[in-house]
């Protein structure tokens, strides 16, 4: 651990926050983007506090049917009649809340009954099976903006039926969809370790398996996994003001986040996660959710993952990431 301690991209007292208000603000921050909405004064308590005030003017607006249109398009997968006109009936912040406490839909229990159904005819699952359960809950989920928050997260943490292994995983891939919408409102952090450790992951952006660096044979850990969380899913690759504005350098350039040196020093942190995804991907294929604690070994990687979302601009990649 003692490797990455000193590096200038960890140090910084700020906590990650939650994915709700991140959610909240993207998609009303979206409908202002496009002139959607009309005055208002303050958010009602809740978890849409904090979202800024064009968020919190926006909130309490009870939209026109042409306005609720634009909106569900941003904050679903498409509007329908009944729903524009359910919305038009409320203000943005009651539908988002509303949103908010619906359960989740979960890919794993259509998996397991395709499973079985597909058994008693000699047949095994394949990635068309987890296709017409992901449009299936598009369409037609009743939890709507979880379905489109978890699609956001899966355009930035990305996994995908295009790496060998992952073809035919169908079950796993499915898993990791679940995880991203058991996250969709909940702690970035807590987001990221889930991520991290989650089997599909760990193929996809060869971190299972990472060997430590061995300077007899000038073998170096796998930097693939490092530089996607850094660039990707955290920090990012530039240095951000508060707004999502770059910060230059004397050269009036973008500044740069991390530096190669601080990937090299990360990745070492990234190494002997066989065990841990082993246990995770036996139990996954037991059709039950992985248990995500971790051995002990991990523990510098968790060390590692919140350090580096105690970052401000964490928080500021991460919103962006979510409006883009």
Known sequence: MENVKNFSLLKSPHQAR???RAVAA?????????????????????DLGGTGPQAAALAVVVPTQTEAARFLTQATFGPTSAEIQRLSGMSY??????????PQTLHRIYMNQAAADLASVGQQLSRANFFDSYWSQAISGEDQLRQRAAFALSEIMVISFTDATLSNQPRGVSSYYDMLAENAFGNFRKLIEDVALHPMMGIYLTWLGNQKEDAATGRVPDLNFAREITQLF???????????????????????AYTGADLAGLAQVFTGSEECCAIMLTTLLESTPPDRNAPSGTSEMRWLLTAA????????????????
Request: aromatic share 6%; net charge neutral.
């Open 93 to 102: 912040a009651q539908w988002i809340e509303e949103q908010f406490g619906k």
């Open 234 to 256: 955290t920090i990012g690759e530039w240095m951000l003001n508060a707004d999502g504005s770059y910060i230059l350098d004397s050269s009036g350039k973008p500044a740069v």
């Open 26 to 46: 993207a998609v009303l921050l979206a409908i202002g983007a496009c002139g959607g909405g009309g005055g208002g004064s303050e958010l009602p308590a809740g």
């Open 18 to 20: 939650t994915l709700r």
């Open 309 to 324: 979302l105690s970052r401000s601009r964490s928080s500021t990649q991460a919103s962006a990431s979510l409006m883009r």
